[in-house]
């Protein structure tokens, strides 16, 4: 939503109250030089992170023309988040942010290039991509934590708020730029020029990140013993009132809604007949949806509590994905996945800022390593699962499964922390 903050100036001046009782405007974030830069420099990767993502699961499908091996590529990636991502809070609170962002970059930005080379040479094969996506996990495991927890050290606990709002846009606005690029990249040149144009825009990243000069630096845990920083972190979050429940429908909404996406190449291919052209149309559509709901999340808290923004949410996403599942055009499914792209957002950026709104500086990093597990640890699995229920019954009535199952466990958690509903 870079692109779409101009049209939006009107609404810049807007403050909304935050849980822990500070004010602050929307694109209040902006006002600091840090984060401007760090803003520009992750649109550029992440774009290309997403034209790899579209590039990588046709490129998957291509080769297999299987819907589990979708799921498998995603499981495997979320193997080493599973196994790392609690641990890596730990060095997130002890060592500065910029130093994991690094070298989770430098990692990233090696599986890019490799898998362009592969690919250029003709040589890419099923388990070449398998042992990159572990890799690719490795990083993912070190680099998401990393950017949710930097954003205090970029413009204070003052516009906190509105730093995870805005970093919910950079994020979802390279969900738009991503795939439409590689709608046209993939057609006309082919998957491989996908994956050299992400390895290079991680150039850039790093080049922000070597700019950055951090005027507010988070308290920082003292001593550095990892079993007992990782054992309290987890004692923190897990008897939390507020958190603990957040977290839990982290884990459900990307175990059972966020990893649609994961097989959409099959869906657009199967069911669309739209292999590369009708991908690239939905993973846009999604993006755009995305993009509009980070955008607007803080105006929409202004005037709705954002435990009520949570409940709608859940209602909203299980709706219009049960709707995406039977649609039997491009147009038609491209609205319904922009509205999916819409509440699965909303909803993960209003429970991103009532954490973070929560949660002290010294736990920051180890609480958000939790919530990030959810996509990269919990989420593949489901994914996993997803793929082979897609090969054995088709890969609409997965899907409808699969997102009805979601929402009814999440109200089924709003119905027994009625706390969460209450937020404001």
Same mark, same amino acid.
């Given at each position: 939503?870079?692109?779409? %903050?101009?049209?939006?100036?009107?609404?810049?001046?807007?403050?909304?109250?935050?849980?822990?009782?500070?004010?602050?405007?929307?694109?209040?974030?902006?006002?600091?030089?840090?984060?401007? %830069?760090?803003?520009?420099?992750?649109?550029?990767?992440?774009?290309?992170?997403?034209?790899?993502?579209?590039?990588?699961?046709?490129?998957?499908?291509?080769?297999?023309?299987?819907?589990?091996? &979708?799921?498998?590529?995603?499981?495997?990636?979320?193997?080493?988040?599973?196994?790392?991502?609690?641990?890596?809070?730990?060095?997130?609170?002890?060592?500065?942010?910029?130093?994991? *962002?690094?070298?989770?970059?430098?990692? #990233?930005?090696?599986?890019?290039?490799?898998?362009?080379?592969?690919?250029?040479?003709? $040589?890419?094969?099923?388990? +070449?991509?398998?042992?990159?996506?572990?890799?690719?996990? !490795?990083?993912?495991?070190?680099?998401?934590?990393?950017?949710?927890?930097?954003?205090?050290?970029?413009?204070?606990?003052?516009? #906190?708020?509105?730093?995870?709002?805005?970093? @919910?846009?950079?994020?979802?606005?390279?969900?738009?730029?991503?795939?439409?690029?590689?709608? !046209? !990249?993939? $057609?006309?040149?082919?998957?491989?020029?996908?994956? *050299?144009?992400?390895?290079?825009?991680?150039?850039?990243?790093?080049?922000?990140? *070597?700019?950055?000069?951090?005027?507010?630096?988070?308290?920082?845990?003292?001593?550095?013993?990892?079993?007992?920083?990782?054992?309290?972190?987890?004692?923190?979050?897990?008897?939390?009132?507020?958190?603990? =429940?957040?977290?839990?429908?982290?884990?459900?909404?990307?175990? &059972? %809604?966020?990893?649609?996406?994961?097989?959409?190449?099959?869906? @657009?291919?199967?069911?669309? +007949?739209?292999?590369?052209?009708?991908?690239?149309?939905?993973?846009?559509?999604?993006?755009?949806?995305?993009?509009?709901?980070?955008?607007?999340?803080?105006?929409?808290?202004?005037?709705?509590?954002?435990?009520?923004?949570?409940?709608?949410?859940?209602?909203?996403?299980?709706?219009?994905?049960?709707?995406?599942?039977?649609?039997?055009?491009?147009?038609?499914?491209?609205?319904?996945?922009?509205?999916?792209?819409?509440?699965?957002?909303?909803?993960?950026?209003?429970?991103?800022?009532?954490?973070?709104? +929560?949660?002290?500086?010294?736990?920051?990093?180890?609480?958000?390593?939790?919530?990030?597990?959810?996509?990269?640890?919990?989420? =593949?699995?489901?994914?996993?699962? *997803?793929?082979?229920?897609?090969?054995?019954?088709?890969? =609409?009535?997965?899907?409808?499964?699969?997102?009805?199952?979601?929402? #009814?466990?999440? #109200? &089924?958690?709003?119905?027994?922390?009625?706390?969460?509903?209450?937020? %404001?």
């Amino acid at each position: 939503m870079a692109t779409a %903050t101009e049209s939006s100036s009107h609404i810049m001046a807007s403050a909304t109250t935050v849980s822990d009782g500070l004010q602050v405007k929307t694109f209040a974030a902006m006002q600091h030089p840090n984060f401007r %830069t760090y803003f520009a420099g992750q649109i550029v990767s992440l774009s290309g992170t997403w034209m790899q993502t579209v590039a990588q699961g046709w490129l998957i499908f291509h080769l297999t023309r299987n819907e589990f091996m &979708l799921g498998l590529v995603a499981c495997i990636a979320g193997l080493p988040a599973l196994l790392l991502s609690p641990v890596a809070g730990v060095f997130i609170d002890r060592f500065p942010r910029r130093n994991t *962002l690094l070298i989770s970059n430098l990692l #990233l930005m090696s599986v890019a290039f490799i898998m362009a080379v592969l690919t250029f040479n003709d $040589t890419i094969a099923i388990w +070449h991509v398998l042992v990159l996506a572990v890799l690719t996990g !490795i990083g993912n495991a070190i680099d998401a934590p990393s950017r949710q927890s930097i954003i205090a050290d970029l413009v204070g606990q003052r516009d #906190l708020n509105s730093g995870i709002v805005m970093n @919910a846009t950079m994020f979802n606005t390279s969900r738009v730029i991503g795939p439409a690029l590689a709608g !046209i !990249i993939l $057609t006309q040149y082919g998957p491989a020029w996908c994956f *050299l144009l992400n390895g290079i825009s991680f150039l850039v990243v790093i080049g922000t990140l *070597l700019a950055l000069r951090i005027e507010h630096v988070s308290p920082r845990s003292t001593g550095f013993a990892p079993l007992a920083r990782l054992k309290e972190g987890w004692q923190f979050a897990s008897q939390h009132h507020i958190i603990a =429940p957040l977290l839990l429908l982290a884990v459900i909404s990307s175990a &059972l %809604t966020t990893n649609i996406c994961s097989i959409l190449p099959a869906f @657009a291919d199967t069911v669309l +007949h739209a292999p590369k052209d009708g991908f690239a149309i939905l993973s846009t559509a999604t993006g755009i949806g995305a993009a509009t709901a980070a955008l607007l999340a803080l105006v929409v808290s202004k005037y709705v509590r954002r435990g009520t923004i949570v409940g709608v949410m859940i209602v909203f996403t299980t709706l219009t994905t049960t709707l995406a599942a039977n649609a039997t055009t491009v147009p038609v499914a491209a609205v319904f996945f922009l509205g999916y792209g819409f509440g699965i957002i909303l909803l993960f950026v209003t429970v991103n800022t009532l954490i973070q709104s +929560h949660v002290p500086d010294a736990f920051r990093g180890r609480v958000m390593s939790l919530y990030t597990l959810t996509f990269f640890g919990v989420g =593949p699995f489901g994914a996993l699962v *997803l793929g082979l229920l897609a090969s054995l019954i088709g890969t =609409p009535p997965a899907i409808m499964i699969y997102t009805l199952s979601g929402g #009814l466990l999440s #109200l &089924l958690v709003v119905a027994r922390a009625r706390q969460v509903i209450q937020l %404001t």
